[in-house]
């Protein structure tokens, strides 16, 4: 199973990032403020509900010492409309005939004497003694109606209830906290706002990069990152493209080597092909392209019923030649030869060396006769030819053997066998001869001129 943290996004993680100590910290801060507050909301209410009492029998004194009722009605009604969780105000003289009600009071009020602070379900009471204190004055006309009604110079003038509907001030506890908890909800919600969008703004240019990287990968070298819109990852941006430039050029140059090479070993290949087609000593078709051409030339008089006749050529008493002038003249010999084949053959048709001094000549379109003819020019070219070797004439002869592709050896082979068996009998009647391989004309022909 993956690993939570392995599991999360980039942005996820970014985001986590920024967020999370933010939220910590403000979620502490409002666990201090509630559990301060809490209870400093506590005295603080504590001490308000006794400023309040202490302060309405502070402006009691005087209207309870002379009596004035109305006064002390105008104050009672003053401080209760003051505050909306007061539930009633009361002032009460310490001879109890009469009282100053504000809203409503208790059916059991507490004792006069001391200050006392009750709470009864939703209701809190607070009761506050109210003492007079009688000023001595050098005037006599001005003594104070205590005094001058025998009164002692200090004492209880009555009492200040005061009623509070807990539950409101509770209330406002509740909507400190409400408020309290909105505000920090306010601040964690900005705070994941923001921090959303600083994760966006790093995520949005790397999911951009990363997607350019793996189009590169791909092999889509013209990629490019934008590197305007990359913000923090500019110059990663810069580089991806340098290094796309770098490669792209790389594998164009590659691309243009391997063209070059293909070309050159094509070009190679077509060179070799065509020097094993011809005879590098002669310069007539080699034995591949002779038998290749012969082939295609049987495949063409059989199917057109057309007639073709090869001649076998073999220089005579070669190695006589070799062994007396050395084999740099044979050779001369060899070239000399082929080129009075070569001479004395048409456009259409082949001269090819099979191998050492033995040659072969190729006919298309004629047999018997004319073949015959043929072979014989060609023998009067060889005979006429001649080499000068230290100021003397070197003269050589051949013998040719004719045959004809007669349709009974339908392959090459064949037909080479009897143009080489002519050959052969023109060497054992002489050389330098002309014999064709026809069963109707008497084995050993001699075309020499008489
Ligand atoms: N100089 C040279 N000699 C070659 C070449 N190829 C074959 N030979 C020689 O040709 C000679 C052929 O000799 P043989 O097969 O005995 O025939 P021949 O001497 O011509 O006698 P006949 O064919 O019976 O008339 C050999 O001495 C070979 O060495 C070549 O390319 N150059």
Redesign the pocket.
Known sequence: MKRLPQALGIRARLWLAAALPAVLVTLALLWLFMDRHERNLAEAVADRVRANALQMASAAEFGLFVGDRQNLQRQVNQLFESAPELLGVAVIPADGQYRVVAGKLPAQLPPFSDEVITEFGDVLTVSVPVHYTAIQMDDPFALTPALRAGMAPRGLAGQVVVIYDLDKLRGQRRDLLIWAVLVTAGALGLASILSALMASSVTRPMASVSKVVEQIGLGHLHERADVEAAGPLASLSRGINAMASRIAMTQEDLRQQVAAATRELRLQKEAAEQAARIDA?TGVASRRAFTERAELEIQRALRYSQPLSVVMV???????V?DTYG?AV??AV?VSFAQALMHEVREVDMVGRLG??EFAVLLPGIEGQEAVRVAERMRQAVEARALTVGGQALHFTA?FGVADFDGVDVNLPGLLARADSALYQA?HTG?NRVVYADDTLPAFEDTRPA
């Open positions: 000593l073999d220089l005579d008493r070669f190695k006589r070799n084999h044979g050779d060899l050492g001094e013998s060497k050389r």
